[in-house]
C-alpha cells in the first residue's frame, strides 16, 4: 500500500478474540522501555554487565536526627552505604545497598519497607531514624547497559530506556531519554515535511549512541563510588560527583562533526600565523585562539541577557530560539556605528538577502509550504552599539522582515548593552566574540551547527545547502 | 436580627417587578468605581477641580518610522503633547492632548478613532503616523479629585475610584485600589475572626487618604507637565517622572505610627550617647545613627537573599511570608557561634516561650480555634552563623516547633550565608544590621510594625498584647 507523509494505515477487527492488527507506517519509533519490543523484534540486545548487586529504595517522611535530611547526602559507615536525596512535601528518598538475604526478606514479605527502614537504621546509627510515614519501597539491582544500534534502515528508532538502562542514582535517567527524543525530534519532522534528506536521520544514531555510552560509563563509576570504599571516598567516586554536578547537564553534550555539525573552519596559515580567508574584498584578519570559546561546534549555545534594540527589554538569548523546528543564524555584527564593522555586516546582509543564496530559496520553500517553521530559517542580529545611537529603521531589510501589523518585525535585533535593572551588556565578553563579530549557526535543537566571521558565509551556506532536500516540494 | 461573624441575610422576591431587596450586613466595602452609589449614600463627595482639558486615547497597530515606537516616550512639540506606552501583542496605546473643538466632532462621529488618528499625526510629524488596526479609542476629561472620608462607624469602608479619581497617565490606578484592598483585608478579617479590636479597623482610613492625596498630588504634577511647557521639560515634570519609575511603587508607601505600627523607641541618653535601654541582665549596646536604614517603620520590608538553613536553598525572604492574615516576627539573630550572642538569642527565645508572653497566649487561642492563620503569629530566625556549623536541632525549640511529618518544622530557621549558585550572604548588610542582631515584626501585609534590638523583646510584646481582643474567642 502506497503512504505519503507520515500517514499510516492500520487494519484490524477488534470484536474477533486474538485478532491480529496490522499497522502499515512510514517510521517506528520504539520508546517502550527496558524490556523494549520494538528493539527485540531488531534482533538486538542491551550489553554489558548486571552485577549481582541490590540496592533498597524507600520513600518516607523521616523524624530524625542527623542534621543533614534536608540536603543531598551520601554516607559511608562501617555497617554500609546509603544515599539520601531530599524531596518535594518533605519527602526524603533513600537509596540503601541491601545484602541479597535481605532482598530475599523484602520479597518473602510482600515488599514491607519496614525491611528496607530497618538497613537504612543500620547505616545511619548512631542517629535515630523514624518515619511519620513510608510512601514507598522497592528493591532493584543494578544493570548497566546500552544498545549498540539506536535506529536501522533511518526507518525504526529506538529511545530512552529502550537502548539504555542504568542506576536511577545520577538522576539521569528522564533527562537523558527526554534528550533522546528531542534530538529524533525535529530531524525526523523535518524529513517527514521534506525540508531535509532522508539521511539527517542517520545522526540520530551517530550522536546519541556516545551519550548512551558516556551515561552508562558515568552510572558504573558513581555505582561502584558507592559499593566499594566504605568510611572513605575514592578519588574516582569525588570526580565523578563533581561533573555530576556540572557537565553531567544536558548543555555539556557536544556532539562531534556530521551532516548537520561542521568540521572547525581550518584556515590558510600565512608565516605561522593563522588568517581568515579573503572574502568579499575584505582584508584577512587574524585568528585569536581563544575566540569564541564559550561557543563550542556541536554543543548547545550558552545563554546570554541581550536587550531587545526596539523596547530595550531583556531576554536570556537561549529563549528568544523557539523550539518548532526552525534553525537560527545569529549574527553579532559588533558595533554597527563604526564604518568599517556597518560595511560588514552589510555586506552579510546583502549576501543573504542575494537570490542565490540558500536563505531566499528557503524562504520561498516556506512560502509555498504557508509558512511552516519547520525547517525554516530567522536571521538574528546581535550588535554590541548604543541602541539609542542607532534607528532600528536604517539597518538592512533582512533584519526586519515585513510584519503585517507594525510595517516591519521589531523582534530580530537585539544589542549587548546594559539594561535599566537587571545587568546584561557581558554577551559579548561571555562568548568571546572579538570586536569583529561573528556567525553561528543554530540547529533546531541549539546545538551549534557552524561557527565563523563574518567573512565565513559562504561556509555557512555550503552547510545549509548540502542538507536541502533535493527537490523541493 | 441578630448576626454572628460576617454573616449577612437579605430579603428579595425576584419574581415581583421593581422588587426591593434587603441586605441587613455587619459591614459594607464600597468598592463600586468613581460615581460609587455607597460613598453618596453616606453623603461623601470627591474633592477637587475638574480641569477643562480633554485628552484622546488611542489602542492601535501602529506603522510609523519614529524610531522609539516600541519605548514608553512622552513628545512635547509645537503642535502638542502626547504619550506613548507599548503594550502587549505589538499594541501601542498614546494618549494625545485634544481641542474642544475636536472633542466635539470625536463624539459627533461616534468615537470614530481616525479623528483622534489625525492629533496624533499632528504631533508625530515629520514622523509617519498610521496604523495597521485601530483597536479601541475614547476622549476623557482629567478630574484630580478624592474623598476626605475612607471609612465610617469603622463598619462602612470605600476602597479605589470611590475614593480618589485621576488621569490614567502615571499607571498607578489599578495599583492603589488594590492595595487600599489589601491594606483592608486582613484587618476586617482578623476582626470578624475576634483576633483583633474592631478600632484597627479605624487604621484604614488613616493609612490609606494619605496614599490617595499624594496619588492626587502626583498625578496632578504629571498632568500639569504633559500639558504646559511646549517642546521643553520643566523641572517638576522631570522629577516627577523620576519619582514614578521608583517611589510610586507600592514599596515606598510608609505609614505613620498608629495602633499597628510603633512609635521609634527613645533611648536613654548617656553623656551624649544613645543607649538601648538594659534588658535581661545584658550591657547597654550604642546605638548607630544608620543601623537599620532598610527597614523603616511603616514601609514594606525590601526583600533580600537568604538560604534555608536546612536544606542550603535559597529564598528571597519576602516570598517567604505568605498573605494569609498571619504576623512574622524576625529575629536577626547574627553569629550564634559566639557564645553572646547565642545566649541573646536563647534570651531572646526563653521570653517568647514563656506563658506569660504574648506569643503564648496567641499560640493558646490558636490552638482552639482550629488553627486559623489570621491574627496567629510565626516567628523566624535568621541568623549569620556558617550554616554546615549549627546543627538546627540544637536551637531554642520556639524556632522549630514540633510537625507531626518531620518531627519539628525545618522551615522556620534561614542564614545569611552565601548560596551554591545565586548569591547571597549579604542581608544583614542590605538592611544594615549589627553584629548584634534585631527584631522586625511585620503585619499580615508586611509593613513593619515594629524593630529593635533583640532586648526590646518587652517592646514587641507590649505592641502586640495591645491589639489582643479582650475577650479570647
Known amino acids: ?56 529504595v524507600l520513600d518516607a517522611f523521616p523524624v530524625t536526627d542527623f542534621p543533614d535530611i534536608r540536603r543531598r547526602s551520601i554516607i559511608k559507615s562501617e555497617f554500609g552505604n546509603l544515599m539520601i536525596i531530599p524531596r518535594e512535601r518533605k519527602l526524603v528518598r533513600t537509596y540503601v545497598q541491601v545484602s541479597s538475604g535481605l532482598a530475599e526478606i523484602y520479597r518473602a514479605s510482600d515488599g514491607d519497607p519496614e525491611v528496607i527502614m530497618q538497613a537504612v537504621r543500620r547505616v545511619m546509627q548512631p542517629y535515630r531514624f523514624d518515619a511519620s510515614r513510608l510512601e514507598w519501597s522497592t528493591i532493584y539491582s543494578v544493570g548497566h547497559r546500552y544498545c549498540r544500534e539506536l535506529s536501522r534502515y533511518d526507518r525504526i528508532f529506538l529511545a530512552g530506556d529502550a537502548v539504555h538502562t542504568h542506576s536511577p542514582k545520577a538522576g ?126 556541536g554543543a548547545r549555545m550558552p545563554s546570554a541577557l541581550v536587550l531587545s534594540h526596539a523596547d530595550s527589554q531583556p531576554h536570556e538569548l537561549q529563549r528568544i530560539f523557539q523550539s518548532t523546528g526552525e534553525w537560527n543564524l545569529v549574527i553579532f555584527g559588533g558595533n554597527i556605528l563604526e564604518e568599517e564593522q556597518r560595511q560588514r555586516v552589510e555586506s552579510v546582509a546583502a549576501s543573504l538577502s542575494s537570490p542565490e543564496s540558500v536563505v531566499q530559496r528557503m524562504r520561498s520553500r516556506g512560502n509555498l509550504s504557508h509558512h511552516s517553521t519547520i525547517g525554516s530559517l530567522s536571521i538574528y542580529l546581535v550588535h554590541s552599539a548604543l541602541h539609542t545611537e542607532v534607528d532600528i529603521g536604517d539597518l538592512p531589510e533582512i533584519f526586519r522582515l ?7 518585525d521589531y523582534g530580530k535585533v537585539f544589542v549587548d548593552n546594559e539594561s ?54
Open 1 to 56: 500500500m502506497p503512504l505519503t507523509g507520515a500517514e499510516a494505515s492500520k487494519t484490524s477487527d477488534a470484536s474477533v478474540e486474538n485478532a491480529q492488527e496490522i499497522i502499515k507506517a512510514k517510521y517506528v519509533l520504539g520508546c517502550d522501555g527496558a524490556h523494549s519490543w520494538v528493539r527485540k523484534q531488531l534482533g538486538l540486545k542491551l550489553e554489558g554487565a548486571s552485577r549481582d548487586v541490590s540496592w533498597g
Open 172 to 297: 539521569q535517567g528522564m533527562n537523558v531519554s527526554m534528550q533522546d527524543s528531542y534530538n529524533l525530534g525535529w530531524k525526523l519532522a523535518s524529513v517527514i515535511h521534506g525540508v531535509a534528506p532522508p539521511s539527517l536521520l542517520r545522526t540520530y544514531h551517530e550522536e546519541r549512541l556516545p551519550v548512551a555510552k558516556r551515561l552508562i560509563d558515568f552510572d558504573k563509576r558513581i555505582c561502584r563510588g558507592m559499593l566499594e570504599a566504605e568510611n572513605t571516598f575514592d578519588e574516582d567516586h569525588r570526580r565523578a560527583l563533581v561533573e555530576e554536578n556540572t557537565s553531567m547537564s544536558g548543555l555539556a553534550v557536544t556532539y562531534e562533526p556530521n551532516l548537520v555539525i561542521a568540521k572547525p573552519i581550518v584556515r590558510q596559515t600565512n608565516g605561522g600565523e593563522k588568517l581568515n580567508p579573503r572574502v568579499n574584498g575584505h582584508s584577512p584578519l587574524p585568528m585569536q585562539p581563544d575566540r569564541l570559546k564559550a561557543i563550542r561546534l
Open 402 to 408: 515585513p510584519d503585517d501589523d507594525t510595517g516591519f
Open 420 to 473: 535599566y535593572h537587571v545587568g546584561g551588556g557581558n554577551a559579548y565578553d561571555e562568548y568571546g566574540i572579538s570586536p569583529h563579530g561573528c556567525l553561528v549557526l543554530l540547529r533546531p535543537d541549539q546545538h551549534v551547527a557552524f561557527k565563523g566571521d563574518l567573512e565565513d558565509i559562504g561556509f555557512f551556506e555550503h552547510l545549509l545547502d548540502s542538507i536541502q532536500p533535493e527537490v523541493i516540494i
